[in-house]
T-cell receptor, first 116, second 111 residues
Framework: DAGVIQSPRHEVTEMGQEVTLRCKPI?????LFWYRQTMMRGLELLIY????????DSGMPEDRFSAKMPNASFSTLKIQPSEPRDSAVYFC??????????????FGPGTRLTVL | DQQVKQNSPSLSVQEGRISILNCDYT??????FLWYKKYPAEGPTFLIS?????DKNEDGRFTVFLNKSAKHLSLHIVPSQPGDSAVYFC??????????FGTGTRLKVLA
């Protein structure tokens, strides 16, 4: 079975450019999460969706960041305009729903973003 | 205001010995804790979890201990193997649908 798929794996762009990161969750999973990993803050949750609806975007750093989930099999995280401090590894994760809440989260391989 | 703290950024252990990774949290409402392991160029993968109604959970070479009064949990790996070399993230779940992760501890197991 395919896991969570992210593209691109690496992205190098110049400051001011728009960046779009893509994610395909595991089929049948109800929850989708976007994380950012940095040395200083570890894994930070940016936003998560339940059944394609954004539930909590309190982790989105600022208005330059936006995320969408147009259907159950696709999500995007967009940064516009990008800045050097956005350089990080961005992970997408998905999770099924259990009676208690979402089960453990399954992470994609990440997108390493470098903004020059 | 890190709610989940891993104060040791790195740890080196000899092969065959015990590795102990520590994690502290600040919110007593957290009721479920997890450890994830991450290899370079890969996403984190789930390793082991523990509910707040327990103080220990064991899975093979991996054991997680929870001390609720101290708001502290630890992951023990016995015996440590070179393949265990990775970054380990502690995460807490406050009963909602999201996890709060720590900054990670890089474990190096020396052969």
């Amino acid at each position: 079975d395919a896991g969570v798929i992210q593209s691109p794996r690496h992205e190098v762009t110049e400051m001011g450019q728009e960046v779009t990161l893509r994610c395909k969750p595991i089929s049948g999973h109800d929850y989708l999460f976007w994380y950012r990993q940095t040395m200083m803050r570890g894994l930070e949750l940016l936003i998560y969706f339940n059944n394609n609806v954004p539930i909590d975007d309190s982790g989105m750093p600022e208005d330059r960041f936006s995320a969408k989930m147009p259907n159950a099999s696709f999500s995007t995280l967009k940064i516009q305009p990008s800045e050097p401090r956005d350089s990080a590894v961005y992970f997408c994760a998905s999770s099924p729903k259990t009676a208690r809440g979402p089960d453990t989260q399954y992470f994609g391989p990440g997108t390493r973003l470098t903004v020059l | 205001d890190q709610q989940v703290k891993q104060n040791s950024p790195s740890l080196s252990v000899q092969e065959g010995r015990i590795s102990i990774l520590n994690c502290d949290y600040t919110n007593s409402m957290f009721d479920y804790f997890l450890w994830y392991k991450k290899y370079p160029a890969e996403g984190p993968t789930f390793l082991i979890s523990i509910s707040s109604i327990k103080d220990k959970n064991e899975d093979g070479r991996f054991t997680v201990f929870l001390n609720k009064s101290a708001k502290h949990l630890s992951l023990h790996i016995v015996p440590s193997q070179p393949g265990d070399s990775a970054v380990y993230f502690c995460a807490a779940n406050p009963g909602t649908y999201k996890y709060i992760f720590g900054t990670g501890t890089r474990l190096k197991v020396l052969a």
